[in-house]
Protein backbone atom coordinates (compact mmCIF):
# COMPACT_ATOMS: atom_id res chain seq x y z
CA UNK A 1 0.00 0.00 0.00
CA UNK A 2 0.89 3.43 -0.34
CA UNK A 3 2.51 5.76 1.82
CA UNK A 4 0.04 8.37 1.15
CA UNK A 5 -2.83 5.43 1.60
CA UNK A 6 -1.79 4.41 4.97
CA UNK A 7 -1.93 8.15 6.45
CA UNK A 8 -5.07 8.27 4.90
CA UNK A 9 -6.48 5.02 6.45
CA UNK A 10 -5.09 6.58 9.99
CA UNK A 11 -6.39 9.65 8.91
CA UNK A 12 -10.21 8.14 8.95
CA UNK A 13 -9.87 6.23 12.07
CA UNK A 14 -9.06 9.46 14.20
CA UNK A 15 -10.90 11.80 12.35
CA UNK A 16 -13.29 12.27 14.85
CA UNK A 17 -10.61 14.45 16.74
CA UNK A 18 -10.07 16.26 13.71
CA UNK A 19 -12.08 19.81 13.17
CA UNK A 20 -14.47 20.24 10.10
CA UNK A 21 -12.24 23.03 9.12
CA UNK A 22 -9.00 20.56 9.38
CA UNK A 23 -10.37 17.47 7.44
CA UNK A 24 -11.53 20.04 4.59
CA UNK A 25 -8.56 22.76 4.38
CA UNK A 26 -5.81 19.78 4.57
CA UNK A 27 -6.91 17.29 2.74
CA UNK A 28 -10.39 17.07 0.78
CA UNK A 29 -9.45 20.32 -0.76
CA UNK A 30 -6.31 18.60 -2.07
CA UNK A 31 -6.82 16.76 -5.68
CA UNK A 32 -3.75 14.26 -4.30
CA UNK A 33 -6.19 13.07 -1.65
CA UNK A 34 -9.54 12.03 -3.93
CA UNK A 35 -8.60 8.84 -5.33
CA UNK A 36 -6.89 7.53 -2.47
CA UNK A 37 -10.05 8.78 -0.27
CA UNK A 38 -12.48 7.44 -2.15
CA UNK A 39 -10.50 4.32 -2.21
CA UNK A 40 -10.32 4.40 1.83
CA UNK A 41 -14.00 5.54 1.99
CA UNK A 42 -14.93 1.73 1.08
CA UNK A 43 -13.46 0.37 4.40
CA UNK A 44 -15.19 2.76 6.44
CA UNK A 45 -17.59 0.82 8.78
CA UNK A 46 -19.20 3.46 10.57
CA UNK A 47 -21.95 5.11 8.81
CA UNK A 48 -22.17 8.38 10.56
CA UNK A 49 -18.39 8.99 9.81
CA UNK A 50 -18.85 8.17 6.01
CA UNK A 51 -21.65 10.62 6.08
CA UNK A 52 -19.64 13.27 7.56
CA UNK A 53 -17.00 13.22 5.12
CA UNK A 54 -19.23 13.48 1.94
CA UNK A 55 -20.83 16.47 3.83
CA UNK A 56 -18.07 17.99 4.15
CA UNK A 57 -16.70 17.06 0.63
CA UNK A 58 -19.98 18.88 -0.66
CA UNK A 59 -18.96 22.11 1.06
CA UNK A 60 -15.70 21.91 -0.23
CA UNK A 61 -16.90 21.30 -3.85
CA UNK A 62 -19.82 19.42 -5.32
CA UNK A 63 -18.09 17.66 -8.03
CA UNK A 64 -15.78 16.18 -5.45
CA UNK A 65 -18.88 15.53 -3.06
CA UNK A 66 -20.52 13.49 -5.95
CA UNK A 67 -17.23 11.58 -6.68
CA UNK A 68 -17.41 10.61 -2.76
CA UNK A 69 -21.11 9.92 -2.46
CA UNK A 70 -20.89 6.75 -4.65
CA UNK A 71 -17.47 6.14 -3.15
CA UNK A 72 -18.60 5.23 0.52
CA UNK A 73 -19.92 1.16 1.36
CA UNK A 74 -23.44 0.77 -0.61
CA UNK A 75 -25.47 0.43 2.61
CA UNK A 76 -24.57 4.18 3.09
CA UNK A 77 -24.85 5.06 -0.08
CA UNK A 78 -28.83 6.30 0.20
CA UNK A 79 -27.76 8.35 2.77
CA UNK A 80 -24.69 9.90 0.97
CA UNK A 81 -26.52 9.82 -2.48
CA UNK A 82 -29.07 12.00 -0.45
CA UNK A 83 -27.21 14.52 0.19
CA UNK A 84 -26.38 15.30 -3.72
CA UNK A 85 -30.42 14.86 -4.04
CA UNK A 86 -30.64 17.22 -0.98
CA UNK A 87 -28.41 19.88 -2.65
CA UNK A 88 -30.49 23.42 -3.58
CA UNK A 89 -29.09 24.12 -6.61
CA UNK A 90 -30.61 24.15 -10.19
CA UNK A 91 -32.31 20.35 -11.80
CA UNK A 92 -30.15 20.45 -14.33
CA UNK A 93 -26.77 20.65 -12.03
CA UNK A 94 -28.48 18.26 -9.95
CA UNK A 95 -28.97 15.88 -12.64
CA UNK A 96 -25.13 15.95 -13.49
CA UNK A 97 -23.94 15.54 -9.55
CA UNK A 98 -26.36 12.35 -9.21
CA UNK A 99 -24.82 10.84 -12.61
CA UNK A 100 -20.83 11.48 -10.92
CA UNK A 101 -22.04 9.43 -7.98
CA UNK A 102 -22.36 6.10 -10.17
CA UNK A 103 -24.34 5.10 -7.79
CA UNK A 104 -27.40 2.76 -8.21
CA UNK A 105 -29.31 4.54 -5.45
CA UNK A 106 -29.11 8.07 -8.24
CA UNK A 107 -31.00 5.69 -10.34
CA UNK A 108 -34.96 6.54 -8.72
CA UNK A 109 -34.29 10.41 -8.64
CA UNK A 110 -32.84 9.97 -12.16
CA UNK A 111 -35.61 8.07 -13.65
CA UNK A 112 -38.25 10.24 -12.17
CA UNK A 113 -36.46 13.42 -14.38
CA UNK A 114 -36.12 11.43 -17.36
CA UNK A 115 -39.90 10.10 -17.54
CA UNK A 116 -41.21 13.91 -16.26
CA UNK A 117 -43.87 15.18 -18.55
CA UNK A 118 -42.44 18.67 -19.38
CA UNK A 119 -44.52 21.30 -21.47
CA UNK A 120 -42.52 22.04 -23.78
CA UNK A 121 -39.23 20.35 -25.39
CA UNK A 122 -37.53 22.91 -27.74
CA UNK A 123 -36.79 26.37 -28.25
CA UNK A 124 -34.14 28.70 -29.78
CA UNK A 125 -32.47 31.59 -27.89
CA UNK A 126 -29.47 33.46 -27.30
CA UNK A 127 -28.52 32.93 -31.37
CA UNK A 128 -27.87 29.72 -30.35
CA UNK A 129 -29.59 26.38 -30.94
CA UNK A 130 -30.30 25.42 -27.09
CA UNK A 131 -32.13 23.01 -25.99
CA UNK A 132 -34.59 24.45 -23.14
CA UNK A 133 -33.86 23.37 -19.51
CA UNK A 134 -36.81 21.37 -19.95
CA UNK A 135 -35.74 19.18 -22.83
CA UNK A 136 -32.03 19.31 -20.90
CA UNK A 137 -33.46 17.81 -18.00
CA UNK A 138 -34.51 14.78 -20.21
CA UNK A 139 -30.76 14.25 -21.64
CA UNK A 140 -28.92 15.14 -18.47
CA UNK A 141 -30.97 12.29 -16.76
CA UNK A 142 -30.51 9.63 -19.34
CA UNK A 143 -26.67 10.41 -19.79
CA UNK A 144 -26.43 10.47 -15.96
CA UNK A 145 -27.86 6.99 -16.11
CA UNK A 146 -25.26 6.03 -18.87
CA UNK A 147 -22.58 6.93 -16.78
CA UNK A 148 -23.62 5.06 -13.61
CA UNK A 149 -24.07 1.57 -16.23
CA UNK A 150 -25.27 -1.11 -14.09
CA UNK A 151 -27.44 -3.80 -14.95
CA UNK A 152 -30.52 -1.52 -12.76
CA UNK A 153 -29.74 1.13 -14.87
CA UNK A 154 -30.32 -0.64 -17.94
CA UNK A 155 -33.91 -2.18 -17.14
CA UNK A 156 -34.80 0.76 -16.64
CA UNK A 157 -33.77 1.96 -19.78
CA UNK A 158 -34.80 -0.30 -21.18
CA UNK A 159 -38.60 0.54 -20.08
CA UNK A 160 -38.30 3.91 -21.31
CA UNK A 161 -36.79 2.97 -25.02
CA UNK A 162 -41.41 2.57 -25.21
CA UNK A 163 -42.19 5.36 -23.42
CA UNK A 164 -44.79 7.37 -24.51
CA UNK A 165 -42.44 10.70 -24.94
CA UNK A 166 -40.76 9.81 -27.98
CA UNK A 167 -37.82 12.58 -26.68
CA UNK A 168 -37.42 9.72 -23.60
CA UNK A 169 -37.02 6.62 -25.54
CA UNK A 170 -34.77 8.65 -28.08
CA UNK A 171 -32.62 9.68 -25.22
CA UNK A 172 -32.93 5.80 -23.05
CA UNK A 173 -31.58 4.40 -26.53
CA UNK A 174 -28.78 7.26 -26.24
CA UNK A 175 -27.82 6.02 -23.24
CA UNK A 176 -27.82 2.59 -23.48
CA UNK A 177 -25.49 3.14 -26.37
CA UNK A 178 -23.06 4.74 -24.17
CA UNK A 179 -23.59 1.97 -21.15
CA UNK A 180 -22.44 -0.59 -24.23
CA UNK A 181 -24.81 -3.45 -23.53
CA UNK A 182 -25.22 -6.31 -25.68
CA UNK A 183 -28.25 -7.20 -23.08
CA UNK A 184 -29.96 -4.32 -24.87
CA UNK A 185 -29.71 -5.38 -28.40
CA UNK A 186 -32.98 -7.06 -28.86
CA UNK A 187 -34.74 -3.98 -27.88
CA UNK A 188 -32.21 -1.75 -29.90
CA UNK A 189 -33.57 -3.32 -32.76
CA UNK A 190 -37.12 -3.27 -32.49
CA UNK A 191 -36.27 0.39 -31.86
CA UNK A 192 -35.25 0.30 -35.52
CA UNK A 193 -38.93 0.25 -36.32
CA UNK A 194 -40.43 2.82 -33.94
CA UNK A 195 -42.68 5.43 -35.49
CA UNK A 196 -40.43 8.34 -34.49
CA UNK A 197 -37.52 8.66 -36.93
CA UNK A 198 -35.31 10.63 -33.96
CA UNK A 199 -35.55 7.28 -31.84
CA UNK A 200 -34.82 5.04 -35.04
CA UNK A 201 -31.71 7.47 -35.69
CA UNK A 202 -30.31 7.02 -31.59
CA UNK A 203 -31.17 3.24 -31.92
CA UNK A 204 -29.52 2.96 -34.85
CA UNK A 205 -26.61 4.99 -33.07
CA UNK A 206 -26.68 3.14 -29.93
CA UNK A 207 -26.38 -0.29 -31.70
CA UNK A 208 -23.31 1.08 -33.69
CA UNK A 209 -21.55 1.57 -30.46
CA UNK A 210 -22.02 -1.43 -29.28
CA UNK A 211 -20.22 -2.51 -32.00
CA UNK A 212 -21.83 -6.35 -32.01
CA UNK A 213 -21.80 -8.53 -35.05
CA UNK A 214 -25.61 -9.46 -34.14
CA UNK A 215 -26.83 -6.39 -35.43
CA UNK A 216 -25.30 -6.14 -38.78
CA UNK A 217 -27.72 -8.60 -40.17
CA UNK A 218 -30.80 -6.42 -39.13
CA UNK A 219 -28.86 -3.34 -40.46
CA UNK A 220 -28.08 -4.80 -43.60
CA UNK A 221 -32.25 -5.46 -44.41
CA UNK A 222 -32.53 -1.98 -43.37
CA UNK A 223 -30.17 -0.67 -46.85
CA UNK A 224 -33.51 -1.50 -48.65
CA UNK A 225 -35.48 0.93 -46.97
CA UNK A 226 -37.17 3.12 -49.73
CA UNK A 227 -36.69 6.38 -47.48
CA UNK A 228 -33.16 7.38 -48.66
CA UNK A 229 -32.61 9.36 -45.90
CA UNK A 230 -32.97 6.27 -43.65
CA UNK A 231 -31.10 4.47 -45.82
CA UNK A 232 -28.32 6.49 -45.42
CA UNK A 233 -28.86 6.66 -41.65
CA UNK A 234 -27.97 3.05 -41.77
CA UNK A 235 -25.04 2.94 -44.31
CA UNK A 236 -23.53 5.35 -41.54
CA UNK A 237 -24.07 2.87 -38.76
CA UNK A 238 -22.73 0.07 -40.98
CA UNK A 239 -20.02 2.29 -41.42
CA UNK A 240 -19.45 3.19 -37.54
CA UNK A 241 -19.99 -0.48 -36.76
CA UNK A 242 -16.90 -1.41 -39.50
CA UNK A 243 -18.72 -4.27 -40.70
CA UNK A 244 -16.64 -5.24 -44.17
CA UNK A 245 -19.83 -7.38 -45.00
CA UNK A 246 -21.26 -3.88 -46.73
CA UNK A 247 -18.65 -2.79 -48.69
CA UNK A 248 -18.96 -4.89 -51.35
CA UNK A 249 -22.69 -3.81 -51.92
CA UNK A 250 -21.07 0.56 -51.78
CA UNK A 251 -18.43 -0.92 -54.97
CA UNK A 252 -21.55 -1.55 -56.38
CA UNK A 253 -23.76 0.94 -56.06
CA UNK A 254 -21.43 3.86 -57.44
CA UNK A 255 -22.75 2.52 -60.66
CA UNK A 256 -26.05 3.06 -59.46
CA UNK A 257 -28.62 5.19 -61.94
CA UNK A 258 -29.90 6.72 -58.80
CA UNK A 259 -27.65 9.79 -58.08
CA UNK A 260 -28.66 8.99 -54.47
CA UNK A 261 -27.42 5.80 -54.21
CA UNK A 262 -23.86 7.03 -55.88
CA UNK A 263 -23.36 9.34 -52.80
CA UNK A 264 -24.58 7.27 -50.52
CA UNK A 265 -22.24 4.42 -51.50
CA UNK A 266 -18.93 7.42 -52.39
CA UNK A 267 -19.77 8.70 -48.58
CA UNK A 268 -20.12 5.24 -46.91
CA UNK A 269 -16.14 3.92 -49.00
CA UNK A 270 -15.13 7.16 -47.51
CA UNK A 271 -15.83 6.36 -43.97
CA UNK A 272 -14.93 2.59 -44.12
CA UNK A 273 -11.78 3.71 -45.79
CA UNK A 274 -10.70 1.45 -48.05
CA UNK A 275 -7.81 2.25 -50.20
CA UNK A 276 -9.16 -0.14 -52.69
CA UNK A 277 -12.00 2.41 -53.60
CA UNK A 278 -9.34 5.26 -54.61
CA UNK A 279 -9.46 4.80 -58.15
CA UNK A 280 -13.44 4.84 -58.51
CA UNK A 281 -13.42 7.74 -55.90
CA UNK A 282 -11.13 9.60 -58.01
CA UNK A 283 -13.79 8.81 -61.00
CA UNK A 284 -16.13 9.60 -59.01
CA UNK A 285 -15.05 13.77 -59.37
CA UNK A 286 -16.33 13.79 -62.78
CA UNK A 287 -19.83 11.95 -61.68
CA UNK A 288 -22.59 14.50 -63.86
CA UNK A 289 -23.87 14.47 -60.22
CA UNK A 290 -22.34 17.62 -58.34
CA UNK A 291 -23.41 16.10 -54.64
CA UNK A 292 -21.53 12.87 -55.90
CA UNK A 293 -18.26 14.81 -57.20
CA UNK A 294 -18.26 17.05 -53.84
CA UNK A 295 -18.87 13.95 -51.77
CA UNK A 296 -16.07 11.77 -53.85
CA UNK A 297 -13.58 14.24 -53.07
CA UNK A 298 -14.53 14.39 -49.16
CA UNK A 299 -14.38 10.65 -49.57
CA UNK A 300 -10.90 11.08 -50.83
CA UNK A 301 -9.23 12.68 -47.88
CA UNK A 302 -10.97 10.59 -45.26
CA UNK A 303 -9.22 7.34 -47.18
CA UNK A 304 -6.05 9.87 -46.36
CA UNK A 305 -4.20 8.68 -49.37
CA UNK A 306 -1.38 10.76 -51.45
CA UNK A 307 -2.37 8.90 -54.37
CA UNK A 308 -5.14 11.53 -54.84
CA UNK A 309 -3.51 14.45 -53.76
CA UNK A 310 -3.11 15.45 -57.82
CA UNK A 311 -6.51 15.18 -58.53
CA UNK A 312 -7.61 17.08 -55.23
CA UNK A 313 -5.65 20.29 -56.48
CA UNK A 314 -7.01 20.10 -59.52
CA UNK A 315 -10.43 19.82 -57.95
CA UNK A 316 -9.86 23.43 -55.77
CA UNK A 317 -10.36 25.15 -59.13
CA UNK A 318 -13.88 22.79 -60.47
CA UNK A 319 -16.32 25.36 -61.19
CA UNK A 320 -18.66 24.00 -58.84
CA UNK A 321 -18.52 25.71 -55.75
CA UNK A 322 -19.21 22.14 -53.58
CA UNK A 323 -16.58 20.51 -55.02
CA UNK A 324 -13.78 23.31 -54.72
CA UNK A 325 -15.09 23.33 -51.27
CA UNK A 326 -14.58 19.15 -50.52
CA UNK A 327 -11.42 19.46 -52.61
CA UNK A 328 -9.73 21.86 -50.01
CA UNK A 329 -11.08 19.74 -46.83
CA UNK A 330 -9.88 16.95 -48.30
CA UNK A 331 -6.47 17.98 -48.92
CA UNK A 332 -6.99 18.93 -44.79
CA UNK A 333 -7.81 15.34 -44.30
CA UNK A 334 -4.08 14.50 -45.74
CA UNK A 335 -2.24 16.99 -44.24
CA UNK A 336 -0.04 17.71 -47.54
CA UNK A 337 2.28 20.25 -47.25
CA UNK A 338 1.87 20.29 -51.02
CA UNK A 339 -1.17 21.47 -50.71
CA UNK A 340 -0.41 25.03 -48.57
CA UNK A 341 0.29 27.40 -51.52
CA UNK A 342 -3.20 26.16 -53.53
CA UNK A 343 -4.96 26.58 -50.16
CA UNK A 344 -3.86 30.36 -49.36
CA UNK A 345 -5.00 31.34 -52.64
CA UNK A 346 -8.45 29.63 -51.52
CA UNK A 347 -8.97 32.18 -49.33
CA UNK A 348 -9.57 34.55 -51.71
CA UNK A 349 -11.95 32.42 -53.66
CA UNK A 350 -15.20 34.17 -54.82
CA UNK A 351 -17.33 31.91 -52.85
CA UNK A 352 -17.06 32.47 -49.08
CA UNK A 353 -17.78 28.44 -48.50
CA UNK A 354 -14.42 27.97 -50.20
CA UNK A 355 -12.83 30.50 -48.27
CA UNK A 356 -14.19 29.47 -45.46
CA UNK A 357 -12.84 26.03 -45.95
CA UNK A 358 -9.39 26.70 -46.70
CA UNK A 359 -9.22 29.01 -43.89
CA UNK A 360 -10.18 25.75 -41.50
CA UNK A 361 -8.23 23.75 -43.56
CA UNK A 362 -5.02 25.79 -43.09
CA UNK A 363 -5.55 25.67 -39.51
CA UNK A 364 -5.45 22.00 -39.19
CA UNK A 365 -2.88 21.47 -40.98
CA UNK A 366 -0.85 23.92 -38.94
CA UNK A 367 1.18 26.05 -41.60
CA UNK A 368 2.85 29.45 -40.13
CA UNK A 369 2.77 30.11 -43.41
CA UNK A 370 -0.28 30.57 -43.72
CA UNK A 371 -0.44 33.09 -40.84
CA UNK A 372 -0.10 36.43 -41.88
CA UNK A 373 -3.13 35.82 -45.00
CA UNK A 374 -5.39 34.25 -42.21
CA UNK A 375 -5.04 37.42 -40.39
CA UNK A 376 -6.06 39.25 -42.92
CA UNK A 377 -9.05 36.73 -43.37
CA UNK A 378 -9.85 37.42 -40.23
CA UNK A 379 -10.78 40.88 -41.08
CA UNK A 380 -12.66 40.13 -43.99
CA UNK A 381 -16.31 41.01 -44.53
CA UNK A 382 -18.02 37.67 -44.59
CA UNK A 383 -18.57 36.39 -41.25
CA UNK A 384 -17.90 32.79 -42.14
CA UNK A 385 -14.68 33.52 -43.43
CA UNK A 386 -13.61 35.28 -40.09
CA UNK A 387 -14.62 32.54 -37.74
CA UNK A 388 -13.24 30.04 -39.52
CA UNK A 389 -9.71 32.48 -39.74
CA UNK A 390 -9.82 32.52 -35.93
CA UNK A 391 -10.07 28.94 -35.63
CA UNK A 392 -7.23 28.26 -37.81
CA UNK A 393 -5.18 30.64 -36.03
CA UNK A 394 -5.76 28.95 -32.78
CA UNK A 395 -5.20 25.61 -34.02
CA UNK A 396 -1.58 26.77 -35.57
CA UNK A 397 -1.30 28.47 -31.82
CA UNK A 398 0.74 31.55 -32.69
CA UNK A 399 1.28 34.48 -30.56
CA UNK A 400 1.68 36.62 -33.32
CA UNK A 401 -2.30 36.39 -33.82
CA UNK A 402 -3.30 37.42 -30.14
CA UNK A 403 -3.98 40.89 -30.38
CA UNK A 404 -5.85 40.59 -33.51
CA UNK A 405 -7.93 37.65 -32.16
CA UNK A 406 -8.66 40.38 -28.75
CA UNK A 407 -10.06 42.59 -31.05
CA UNK A 408 -12.65 40.08 -32.82
CA UNK A 409 -13.55 39.24 -29.25
CA UNK A 410 -16.04 42.17 -29.75
CA UNK A 411 -17.09 41.29 -33.85
CA UNK A 412 -20.41 41.94 -34.37
CA UNK A 413 -20.73 38.77 -35.36
CA UNK A 414 -21.02 36.09 -32.03
CA UNK A 415 -19.92 33.21 -34.29
CA UNK A 416 -16.55 35.16 -34.85
CA UNK A 417 -16.04 36.26 -30.67
CA UNK A 418 -17.00 32.39 -30.00
CA UNK A 419 -14.25 31.13 -32.20
CA UNK A 420 -12.16 34.08 -31.51
CA UNK A 421 -12.13 33.02 -27.23
CA UNK A 422 -11.73 29.38 -28.00
CA UNK A 423 -9.04 30.36 -29.83
CA UNK A 424 -7.00 32.17 -27.18
CA UNK A 425 -7.83 29.72 -24.73
CA UNK A 426 -5.55 27.14 -27.07
CA UNK A 427 -2.97 29.82 -27.34
CA UNK A 428 -2.78 29.64 -24.01
CA UNK A 429 -1.47 33.14 -23.34
CA UNK A 430 -2.19 35.03 -20.10
CA UNK A 431 -2.29 38.33 -21.65
CA UNK A 432 -5.81 37.63 -22.98
CA UNK A 433 -7.41 36.46 -19.75
CA UNK A 434 -8.76 40.24 -18.75
CA UNK A 435 -10.64 40.07 -22.05
CA UNK A 436 -12.21 37.03 -21.52
CA UNK A 437 -13.16 37.61 -18.02
CA UNK A 438 -15.52 40.38 -20.05
CA UNK A 439 -16.64 38.06 -22.35
CA UNK A 440 -17.68 35.60 -19.91
CA UNK A 441 -20.33 38.13 -18.43
CA UNK A 442 -21.28 38.50 -22.73
CA UNK A 443 -25.22 38.18 -23.86
CA UNK A 444 -24.80 35.56 -25.86
CA UNK A 445 -24.57 31.97 -24.29
CA UNK A 446 -22.16 31.22 -27.18
CA UNK A 447 -19.65 33.15 -26.34
CA UNK A 448 -20.11 32.72 -22.66
CA UNK A 449 -19.06 29.06 -23.14
CA UNK A 450 -15.95 29.39 -25.72
CA UNK A 451 -14.82 32.33 -22.99
CA UNK A 452 -15.57 30.08 -20.21
CA UNK A 453 -13.65 27.36 -21.98
CA UNK A 454 -10.72 29.14 -22.51
CA UNK A 455 -10.47 29.97 -18.91
CA UNK A 456 -10.27 27.15 -18.24
CA UNK A 457 -7.29 26.86 -19.92
CA UNK A 458 -5.74 29.36 -18.40
CA UNK A 459 -7.29 31.18 -15.51
CA UNK A 460 -5.79 31.61 -12.30
CA UNK A 461 -7.82 29.72 -9.14
CA UNK A 462 -9.13 33.05 -8.34
CA UNK A 463 -11.77 33.11 -10.60
CA UNK A 464 -12.86 29.53 -8.95
CA UNK A 465 -15.51 31.28 -6.67
CA UNK A 466 -17.04 33.24 -9.71
CA UNK A 467 -17.49 30.50 -11.74
CA UNK A 468 -19.51 28.84 -8.74
CA UNK A 469 -21.71 31.80 -8.11
CA UNK A 470 -22.26 31.66 -12.10
CA UNK A 471 -23.74 27.81 -11.74
CA UNK A 472 -26.03 28.84 -8.86
CA UNK A 473 -28.36 30.71 -12.14
CA UNK A 474 -27.29 29.32 -15.30
CA UNK A 475 -28.22 26.24 -16.91
CA UNK A 476 -24.88 26.16 -18.77
CA UNK A 477 -23.25 23.03 -16.43
CA UNK A 478 -20.59 22.87 -19.30
CA UNK A 479 -19.22 25.55 -16.38
CA UNK A 480 -18.33 22.26 -14.67
CA UNK A 481 -15.43 21.15 -17.17
CA UNK A 482 -14.49 24.86 -16.54
CA UNK A 483 -14.16 24.50 -12.68
CA UNK A 484 -12.40 20.99 -13.35
CA UNK A 485 -9.92 22.51 -15.90
CA UNK A 486 -9.06 24.89 -13.71
CA UNK A 487 -8.55 22.66 -10.12
CA UNK A 488 -6.87 19.95 -12.04
CA UNK A 489 -4.20 22.79 -13.49
CA UNK A 490 -3.99 24.17 -9.94
CA UNK A 491 -4.31 20.62 -7.69
CA UNK A 492 -7.14 21.90 -5.19
CA UNK A 493 -10.38 22.62 -5.45
CA UNK A 494 -11.34 25.10 -2.80
CA UNK A 495 -9.66 28.58 -3.38
CA UNK A 496 -11.23 30.28 -0.71
CA UNK A 497 -9.71 27.14 1.24
CA UNK A 498 -6.26 28.06 0.18
CA UNK A 499 -6.56 31.46 1.45
CA UNK A 500 -5.22 31.89 5.42
CA UNK A 501 -7.70 31.89 7.92
CA UNK A 502 -9.24 34.95 9.71
CA UNK A 503 -7.96 34.73 13.14
CA UNK A 504 -10.39 34.51 16.03
CA UNK A 505 -12.32 37.73 16.96
Request: charged share 25%.
Amino acid sequence: MRQEEILLEKLLQEASPLSDETLKRDYLNYLKWTEPLALMLELVEDEAQAVRVVKLALEVDWQLGARLAGAVKVDFQTQTVGLVAELEVLQSLKIKLLGLTKSERAIPELVKALNHEYSGLMRLSDGWGDISSEAAIYRRAAEALGNIGSEAAIGELVKTLNHQNSYSSERAAEALGQIGSEVAISELVKALNHENTYVRWSAADALAKIGSEATIGELVKALNNENSSERFRTALILVNIGSEAAIGEFVKDLNDQDSVVRWIAVDALGKIGSEAAIGELVKALNDEDYSVRWRAAEALGQIGSEVAISELVKALNHENTYVRWSAAEALGDIVSEAAIGELVKALNDKDSDVSWSAAYILGKIGSETAIRELVKALNQGNSDVRTSAAKALGDIGSEAAIGELVKALNDKNFYVSGSAAKALGQIGSEAAISELVKAFNHEYSYIRRRAAEALGKIASPELLPGLYERLETDEQTDLLHTISAIQERCKFYNYTLTQPSSPPV
